[in-house]
């Protein structure tokens, strides 16, 4: 039995692959299953998922193995030995007759751009919170849709009203979720086109109330707020 540690990466893969073909059992340590486009390494060996810096794990691991392929690759570090952030690229050197001779490996520092898209998560994050706040405090119904009219935001007001849940609809037409009256159905297509905030009112029979619809096109879609009007109809008709 063989144990390749890093059996996952590139080089460990190989490795695998080789000792596979020779007739051989192979065991794979490593701390993520291979992956490797193209290849069958996890129905061909056994995969043990560990860490080479967990004794135990290691211990169990060597538990009936003859031979061991160390390839767990380097923590990266620098000079002053801290840790960096590295984009390792490696590929195969061979002879001039086509047989590999070895292994060529950049290691490129990457620490500035990850420190970077790390700060962009994080205001992303905080301003998904501030929009999430915002959209809760709004006292009309709210709910967004994409350019396909799919679902992709509903307000807790909204779903009360409509007799929806936020996780059940987002991503789903609203053509699809409830029926529409003509009237708001031609605003939205209207808004869409015309890139125009669009107003329409109008009965909903399926709610059995009158509802103010305000429509606010944006590039990637429509943000409809909406309220019950139904007292304000009645008086207006009372007073007729």
Known sequence: MHLVTGGSGF???NTVEYILERGDEVRIFDVVPPDIPGTDLLERAEYVEGDVRDRDAVRDAMEGVDYVHHNVALVPLTKAGDRFWA???????????GELDGYAKV???????????????????????????VFARIDDAFFALDEELRFTYLNDR???????????????????????????????????????????????????AWFENAIYPSETGLSVYFRDVSDR?????DLE
Do not use: C, H, K
């Open 11 to 13: 080089v460990g893969s």
């Open 87 to 97: 984009s390792v690229t490696i590929w195969p050197i061979r002879d001039e007759n």
């Open 107 to 133: 290691t490129r520092d990457m620490t500035d751009r990850r420190e970077r898209e790390r700060r962009l998560e994080r205001q992303r994050d905080e301003l998904d919170a501030e929009l999430d706040e």
């Open 158 to 208: 909204a779903a009360a009203v409509l007799g929806l849940e936020e996780s059940a609809v987002v991503g789903r037409r609203i053509r699809s979720i409830m029926p529409l009256n003509e009237e708001f159905e031609v605003a939205l297509d209207r808004a869409l086109e015309s890139q125009e905030p669009v107003t329409v009112a109008g009965y909903y029979e399926p709610l059995g």
């Open 233 to 237: 109809v009645e008086r207006e008709r």
